[in-house]
């Protein structure tokens, strides 16, 4: 019923780029919340972008600001993580998730509880 399907990953070297998508099936993301994730092997879940058009909002992590960029097709209902500059450190497995938006005072918004997922697509980025 709900699916997340991420494409667009694979091998890159280093100062390379590469674009990954997601599309939807079930939800619209139109009106949500919806975030990239990447999880290196043997390191812990980190949030790497999230937007919501709704709110006219984008955020990113730390490590990727000025390099990455998120975007929606609402028409496609597609999501999209534009990546530049890639280094080894960008090396894991990517995932596309939605979840309703949350303010938070101070910070700005964010998702709870993210109930869909995709299947993730790899990255790796060679030295």
């Known amino acids: 019923q709900v699916q997340l399907v991420e494409s667009g990953g694979g091998s890159v070297q280093a100062g390379g780029s590469l674009r990954l998508s997601c599309a939807a099936s079930?939800?619209?993301?139109?009106?949500?919340?919806v975030a990239w994730f990447r999880q290196p092997p043997g390191k812990e879940r980190e949030r790497v972008a999230i937007?919501?058009?709704?709110?006219?909002?984008?955020a990113y992590a730390d490590s990727v600001k000025g390099r990455f960029t998120i975007s929606k097709d609402s028409a496609k209902n597609v999501l999209y993580l534009q990546m530049n500059s890639l280094n080894s450190e960008d090396t894991a497995k990517y995932y596309c998730?939605?979840?309703?938006?949350?303010?938070?005072?101070?910070?700005?918004?964010?998702?709870?509880?993210?109930?869909?997922w995709g299947q993730g697509t790899q990255v790796t980025v060679s030295s």
């Open positions: 937007i919501s058009e709704l709110f006219r909002y984008t």
């Open positions: 079930g939800l619209t993301f139109s009106s949500a919340c």
């Open positions: 998730a939605a979840s309703r938006c949350y303010l938070v005072a101070g910070s700005g918004w964010t998702g709870r509880g993210y109930q869909y």
